[in-house]
C-alpha cells in the first residue's frame, strides 16, 4: 500500500512539472515553451554603453538607462571681476566681489591689485635751454585742451647745469597739453605762439620734452617705463 502512494504522488508532481512548460494557444491547445524560444525565462546582462557623467548627470548606459556615480561642480573661486564658476562647464554661481579700493578710487584694488585707467598718469619732464644760461624769473605755463587733465600753473623751472627743468604729471587720455614758457607775469614770451606738446597714445610712464629758447616745438622723448594703448 505504501509503495502504491509513493508512486501515486510521483505521479502526481511530474504532471505539475510538466504544466508549468507549457502555455495554452488561441484554439486551448497546450504547447511546450523552451527557455531558448522565450528569453524571459532566462537572466540578461546588458552589454552597456555609457553615457560620460557632467557636473549634473551621473555616468549613464544609454541602453538600459541605468546610472552609476554622483554629480558634483569643481568651482573656481569668485574674482573682484568674475562670480565662482565650475571650470568644467562654466556654470557660475552668486556674484563677483568688486575691485576694493579702499578710502580713494585712484589707488590701486586691495584685492587683486588692479589699476583703474583713469588713475593712470603720464609723468612729463620739460627741458628748458637758453644760450645764455640766465633762467631767473622764467617758468612755464600749462593748460590741457580736451580738459582731461587739471593743471595749476605757472610751474617753476629749476637750473639743473645749463638747462632748467620742470616736472608735471597729466592723466591717462590727455593727448594734448598747451604750453608757453614766459617771464615774469607775462612780461615775454619765449615763444609768441601757443605751442603743444603731444601724448598721443601714452597711457602711463614718464617722457621728457626737450625745449631751445626762441624755436618753436620741441622733442619729445619716451623712457622705457611708458605704456601704450587705444
Known sequence: MKKTSGILIALVMLLCLC???KSTTPDNKSTTVSAKENPTLQPTTCD????????????TCSKCNISKGGVAHTWKVAT???????????????????????SSSSSRCKICGYLPYSAYEITVRFHYMRPDGDYEGWDLWLWAPEGKSKLDPPYPLEVDGDEAIGEFKVRAGTSRIGYVVRYGEWISKDVEMDQFIDLTGITSGTVEFY?????????????????SGG
Open 19 to 21: 504544466a508549468c512548460n
Open 48 to 59: 552597456h554603453d555609457w553615457k560620460s557623467a557632467t557636473c549634473t548627470t551621473p555616468k
Open 80 to 102: 573682484c571681476t568674475t562670480p565662482k564658476t565650475c571650470i568644467h562647464c562654466g556654470q557660475t554661481e552668486g556674484t563677483s566681489f568688486g575691485h576694493d579700493f579702499g
Open 211 to 227: 625745449v631751445e629758447s626762441g624755436k618753436e616745438g620741441g622733442e619729445l622723448v619716451v623712457l622705457y617705463d611708458c605704456c
